[in-house]
Structures are given as structure tokens and as C-alpha cells.
């Protein structure tokens, strides 16, 4: 009897451990069924801006200038940070000339009583692609 009994729990044993190994099996397939078409991303890729034109022509302005005394690129110090100020904003020509005309004209109160500036020695074009920089941090 105890034989008996022994021989059934192995055989059940055997049995439920094959079909785990099968099933294994199945997954597999059907995984390389669906792996032979590549899926479309979730997420969009993460574009690096570094190698954009206006990326670069505007940091190397905004380095030979004084802007960073009060603002850096993630954190806000006197002014807001360049990453605040590309989410608040939309990346369009209007935005480009407003914010170019801050930058020269300077500006206060959309980010607190401290006043920004005026930068009357930037042209307009320098300015407009220190902008163009600023905008292409958006997160």
C-alpha cells in the first residue's frame, strides 16, 4: 500500500512538473512568434538636442554673457531655472521674439518681485538663439 501511495504522488509529481515545462514551451513560441515584427516603442526615443545648431550657437552665447549669475540650466537660483522657463513656454516664433525681448528690455513678475535685468548690448538675434537654447530643455 505504502508503495502504492508513494508511486501515485511521484507519478502526480512528474506530471505537474511536465506541464510547467510545457507551458514553458508554449510561452516561448508564441514570445518568438511576437518577436519576429518589432514592437513600436512605448515611449518616444529621447532625442539629444546637444547636436542641434541653435542648441550650441546658444550656449556658447549665453557662456560668454552674464546670464548665468543668475540663472542655471536645473536649478533655479536668482531667476528660474533654463528647464522651468522651456516647460512654462511653447517652442514657437512668438515665444522666441517675447523672450528675446525680455532678455533685452528685461522684465519682472511672471517669476516673483525680482526683476530680470535689462541686456540692451545683446542684439535681437543673439538673443533670439539664446531662446531657441533655452526652449530645446524641455522635459
Known amino acids: 500500500m505504502k508503495k502504492t501511495i508513494l ?4 507519478s502526480v509529481i512528474a506530471f505537474a512538473c511536465g506541464n510547467q515545462e510545457s507551458g514553458k514551451e508554449k510561452t516561448s513560441e ?9 514592437a513600436e516603442p512605448a515611449t518616444p526615443a529621447v ?3 546637444t547636436a542641434n545648431p541653435d542648441y550650441q ?3 556658447e552665447l ?3 554673457s552674464d546670464c548665468l549669475t543668475c540663472h542655471a540650466v536645473e536649478e533655479k537660483k536668482i531667476g528660474p531655472s533654463y528647464r522651468d522657463v522651456a516647460n512654462k513656454y511653447a517652442n514657437d516664433q512668438q515665444t522666441i521674439d ?3 525681448g525680455k532678455i533685452i528690455k528685461g522684465g519682472s ?4 518681485q525680482v526683476p530680470m535685468t ?6 535681437t538675434e543673439d538673443a533670439k538663439q539664446m531662446v531657441k537654447y533655452i526652449l530645446l530643455l524641455k522635459k
Open 7 to 10: 508511486l501515485v504522488f511521484i
Open 30 to 38: 508564441a514570445e518568438s512568434e511576437n518577436n519576429a515584427a518589432p
Open 47 to 49: 532625442q539629444d538636442v
Open 57 to 59: 550657437k546658444g550656449l
Open 62 to 64: 549665453i557662456a560668454g
Open 98 to 100: 517675447l523672450l528675446a
Open 109 to 112: 513678475g511672471v517669476w516673483g
Open 118 to 123: 535689462p541686456h540692451p548690448q545683446i542684439s
